[in-house]
T-cell receptor, first 111, second 115 residues
Framework: SQKIEQNSEALNIQEGKTATLTCNYTNYSPAYLQWYRQDPGRGPVFLLLIRENEKEKRKERLKVTFDTTLKQSLFHITASQPADSATYLCALNTGGFKTIFGAGTRLFVKA | DAGVIQSPRHEVTEMGQEVTLRCKPISGHNSLFWYRQTMMRGLELLIYFNNNVPIDDSGMPEDRFSAKMPNASFSTLKIQPSEPRDSAVYFC?????????????FGDGTRLSIL
């Protein structure tokens, strides 16, 4: 079955630097891959969606890449700020209408 | 615009009791999802509905769990009888239509503790 692997270790970076988070999947390439942000005590919030025929997607300081050969998506936050500190979840469809989520990577941005 | 609304936000009860979690999706959204989140297993899909009809309940852990969607603006997830291992945060999410490329809009969850 399809599995998602995200780095379980927290990522600590300095304010102003670029944060890069990794999402790897194990089996077939999904048609779509999504990234969500989750703050403590809150539900996940949708950030970006990238399709399998798209190499890169941008939204303000966010950039997502999708490499179906490597079975990997990278999520970048440029000019990071302490307010970007959160857990970031990768999600993909498994066929049909189901979406599965990775465990998430916690990001800490230090001022 | 109101987002997905879940109630209660917190529930503490003793094992064996019936627990009912409630969800109001975003108006106009046709798909509704129930998830459970724990540290060990992350975010797991329990069941999803499209146009009020359950489409896939393969994620429901066992017969103690049941979900209903009597109309487009309300859904419940019921656990009877509850057990300590059911302790988790339960999220409801909705999306505009039954399509895997649609972002899901989550409520803020119900934190359930079974003693």
């Amino acid at each position: 079955s399809q599995k998602i692997e995200q780095n379980s270790e927290a990522l600590n970076i300095q304010e102003g630097k670029t944060a890069t988070l990794t999402c790897n999947y194990t089996n077939y390439s999904p048609a779509y891959l999504q990234w969500y942000r989750q703050d403590p005590g809150r539900g996940p919030v949708f950030l970006l969606l990238i399709r399998e025929n798209e190499k890169e997607k941008r939204k303000e300081r966010l950039k997502v890449t999708f490499d179906t050969t490597l079975k990997q998506s990278l999520f970048h936050i440029t000019a990071s700020q302490p307010a970007d500190s959160a857990t970031y979840l990768c999600a993909l469809n498994t066929g049909g209408f189901k979406t599965i989520f990775g465990a998430g990577t916690r990001l800490f941005v230090k001022a | 615009d109101a987002g997905v609304i879940q109630s209660p936000r917190h529930e503490v009860t003793e094992m064996g009791q019936e627990v009912t979690l409630r969800c109001k999706p975003i108006s106009g959204h046709n798909s509704l999802f129930w998830y459970r989140q724990t540290m060990m297993r992350g975010l797991e899909l329990l069941i999803y509905f499209n146009n009020n009809v359950p489409i896939d309940d393969s994620g429901m852990p066992e017969d103690r769990f049941s979900a209903k969607m009597p109309n487009a603006s309300f859904s419940t997830l019921k656990i009877q009888p509850s057990e300590p291992r059911d302790s988790a945060v339960y999220f409801c999410a909705s999306s505009p239509r039954q399509d895997s490329n649609q972002p899901q809009h989550f409520g803020d969850g119900t934190r359930l503790s079974i003693l």
